[in-house]
């Protein structure tokens, strides 16, 4: 969602006073409102800078492309051993960016859902630094959280904290004072440019293009085809308040700039693809900095009907949709490092693979995120623990392995120190340089603590220590992650000593850390051990997510 749906306070209390039809009254008077505020144009061809660096390839420094999933599980691949539907869609492009590099395998995100880990990344530093605390969403989702029934089994339900919001969506974002890479690797003379999803701001200069990119193919809405088109396969979710929400507001639609919002050309993910191939043969003679921000797999979960149809062998839609997604993704992986290959950029460009957070409960597919524990919104492993690939030939042997927990603002520093770009000294900057570690210097990482915090939800990672917290319903968790990397065994009340000093070290951290630049509207309970699909138990264990 790119755009703001300033729904009218009326929306919401009519809602309010129709118990029985509250959330469909809502759903359509939003879906009303966004007909009348984007009308797409037709397609139009993109007409990409172009340009030609003076200096030799052997003097130029590296190309950088990122490459950026939402909402993959850890689970959504075939490197790490599984991949969706027991292994019926293999990822061997994804995989290769691992195998000709280096696999982080305790690679963390910034946050549990996009906004803040994106923000982050961006920055270098932890998002709450800028007051970057909750992704920004459209007050009429909120409105359908609050309207949403309660748990009967444990009385758990969405907890309300304010009535309005300070900042309209569109307000909402990583301030234009934050340094970005893209910034950073223009004083070097790359060429700048971002496709896909942005969702860190659109106004008073948090815009990609005033933050650092000098172009930018934004995702205006959310839709990967027309809902009816002949060419997409679509799973709904009637189980979920979110996915009623995105299918009433999403749209097909696409920005180039500050141009109007167009149709893209075909499926949203093969377009970004396409797109992005021609940012790289455009820019082949010059240095380059390439954020290709996919939306796959995040919701509404539309397939084309080509990846579909290559997948007969799984029986529930829902996931074979959603496998689609995934086919879909790595094939478009695929076809950016073959760009890479034909123009002769592939030895000299750094790859890097992430997802912004971990698979979403929402979706009701349970294996997500195994082996681990918990979902996209919580900070237990399954909402943080990603793939975290970098490729980078000149520089790192093939099949390379780091242990050590490493963050989504490392990837800032990394970036940086690669293209010989100096970094901020009037601010403190938390990524640090990953490549010293990758080469076998393993006294070069200083994270000796991690912590994340949205609300309600927050946690700390120290010498392979994790704290959780829920403020609601108060409770703390606390692994030894070395022993236990799955959150399985909760030692709180047997190593008290430990969670004072996990506690002890997140308040210090949040002493350092301002206010939310706007506030939490509700605290959602997450089911930390079944999908959006599945009963509760009585025995379930929750957190409160706040947002």
């Known amino acids: 969602m790119q755009k703001c749906i300033s729904i009218v306070i009326v929306t919401v209390l009519l809602a309010s006073a129709v118990y029985a039809y509250r959330i469909p009254i809502v759903l359509q008077l939003i879906s009303l409102y966004f007909d009348t505020k984007m009308q797409p144009e037709e397609n139009r061809k993109i007409a990409w800078a172009s340009g030609k660096d003076p200096r030799p390839k052997e003097q130029r420094p590296p190309n950088v492309v990122l490459i950026l999933a939402d909402d993959l599980g850890w689970n959504d691949i075939t490197f790490n051993g599984g991949g969706v539907a027991d292994g019926k869609v293999p990822t061997p492009n994804i995989d290769s960016i691992a195998a000709g590099g280096v696999t982080f395998t305790n690679g963390y995100a910034a946050n549990a859902t996009c906004a803040p880990s994106r923000a982050s990344m961006l920055s270098g530093r932890y998002s709450t630094r800028f007051g970057f605390e909750f992704t920004p969403t459209p ?6 959280g609050r309207l949403a029934p309660r748990d009967p089994t444990r009385h758990l339900q969405t907890i309300s904290h304010s009535a309005d919001r300070a900042l309209a969506y569109e307000d909402m974002g990583m301030p234009s004072t934050e340094i970005t890479i893209a910034e950073l690797l223009k004083q070097k003379n790359y060429h700048t440019a971002h496709i896909g999803k942005w ?21 205006a809405s959310g839709l990967y085809l027309p809902e009816d088109s002949p060419h997409v396969v679509n799973a709904k979710q009637n189980f979920d308040f979110i996915d009623q ?38 820019n082949k003679d010059r240095p380059f900095f390439l954020y290709l921000a996919h939306w796959a797999p995040h919701s509404p979960l539309q397939s ?20 689609g997604l995934i086919r879909g993704l790595d094939r478009g992986v695929g076809e950016v490092l073959k760009a890479l290959k034909d123009n002769g950029l592939e030895d000299n460009t750094i790859v890097i693979f992430t997802s912004d957070n971990g698979g979403a ?16 919104s919580s900070f237990f492993e399954g909402g943080i623990h990603v793939p975290y690939f970098l490729r980078w030939p ?21 970036i940086a120190n690669a293209a010989g770009a100096s970094l901020p000294t009037d601010r403190k900057i938390d990524g640090v340089d990953l490549l010293p570690i990758v080469h076998g210097n393993t006294g070069s990482i200083q994270h000796r603590g991690l912590f994340w915090r949205s609300g309600a939800s927050q946690s700390a990672l120290i010498d392979g220590w994790k704290l959780n917290i829920s403020d609601p319903p108060g409770n703390a968790w606390l692994y030894d992650l070395a022993n236990d ?7 709180a009340q047997s190593h008290p000593e430990k969670l004072r000093e996990l506690q002890t070290a997140l308040s210090q951290h949040n002493k350092e850390q301002p206010s939310s630049a706007w506030p939490a509207m509700i605290s959602v309970p997450i089911n930390l051990d079944r999908d959006g699909s599945q009963a509760v138990q009585a025995n379930d264990e929750f957190i409160y997510w706040s947002n």
Request: hydrophobic content about 35%; proline content about 6%; overall charge negative.
């Open 245 to 282: 929400f995105f299918w009433k507001v999403m749209r097909y639609a696409v920005r180039f700039n500050d141009g109007p919002p167009f149709q893209p050309n075909g499926h949203l993910t093969e377009y970004f693809t396409k797109e992005a191939v021609r940012v790289i043969e455009n």
């Open 304 to 323: 084309s009907r080509e990846d579909y149809d290559a997948l007969p062998d799984i029986e529930l839609h829902r996931e074979r949709v959603y496998a």
């Open 361 to 376: 409960g929402y979706l009701g597919l349970p294996d997500l995120n195994q082996p681990y524990r918990g979902w996209k």
């Open 199 to 219: 969702h860190v701001g659109e106004n008073n200069g948090m815009d990609a293009n005033s933050q650092g990119f000098e172009e930018s193919l934004l995702m």
């Open 139 to 144: 007050s009429g989702m909120m409105a359908i």
């Open 485 to 491: 990397p799955t959150e399985q065994n909760n030692l």
């Open 394 to 414: 000149d520089q790192i042997e093939p099949g390379t392995t780091v242990n050590e927990a490493v963050h989504h603002f490392d990837i800032y520093t990394t």
